[in-house]
């Protein structure tokens, strides 16, 4: 595989990755409640769909924002640690689409330039991307099932028995995000092995010919 191809590729996988987070982002479908209505006679619960910042309920999708800064005074302490890993997460996906966009600034020079100890510095820093994007979704699935426990704790079991909780697809985004950017790093890094493998075998080739 030849330099031009490696970082070609890389660029696609970077690019890619920017697009599936920001949609993640941007969409309502991190976690999915399908409640049955036809045996949930009590109303209690309505089918809904939320993402970082909404809530929507109801067939005729009202929703709601999630509220970072209200008075916690009255929260209990497992309501207050909820809320503060809602703020991480809401703080860690903007932040690693930020450095997606400079990274592919970045890593466009350092292609252009074939330059090893760019590339290299590039390399590691779509891995750290990767390492927050993951830390987002680990999060995230912590803090819906320590959510779900909560719940669970609050309400009889019975009245949860004909209610479906997933995670949906605006997840999975970000997880395929997650996946693209790793590549893109590892891409990276292979493409600066072989700018290292070019400059020994150019000084080589010049002595061999004199």
């Known amino acids: 595989m ?29 976690y999915i409640i399908d409640v049955d209505e036809e045996k949930n006679s009590s109303l209690e619960y309505s089918s809904s769909h939320s993402g970082l910042w909404r809530i929507y309920e109801g067939p005729n999708g009202s929703f709601h924002d999630i509220s970072f800064y209200s008075d916690t005074s009255n929260h209990t302490e497992q309501e207050k640690h909820l809320l503060n890993l809602h703020r991480v997460i809401v703080i860690l996906f903007p932040l690693s689409l930020v450095l997606l966009v400079f990274g592919g600034i970045f890593g466009l020079v350092a292609s252009l330039a074939q330059s090893y100890t760019l590339l290299s510095c590039i390399a590691a820093y779509f891995l750290i991307c ?22 669970q704790h609050m309400v009889s079991v019975e009245s949860l028995a004909h209610v479906h909780m997933s995670f949906g697809w605006s997840l ?6 997650f996946s ?3 590549f ?5 890094m292979l493409a600066a092995n072989l700018t290292q493998r070019q400059c020994q075998h150019e000084p080589a080739a010049v002595f061999s010919m004199s």
């Open 2 to 30: 030849n330099f031009g191809t490696v970082v070609i590729t890389a660029g696609l996988c970077g690019l890619l990755s920017f697009i599936l987070l920001a949609v993640s982002i941007g969409t309502e479908y991190w």
């Open 172 to 177: 999975l985004m970000a997880c395929l995000s």
């Open 184 to 188: 893109t790093g590892i891409l990276l």
């Open 130 to 151: 990767s390492v927050l994007t993951v830390s987002g979704v680990s999060i995230y699935i912590s803090y819906s099932q320590q959510a779900l426990e909560e719940l």
């Open 180 to 182: 693209l950017e790793l």
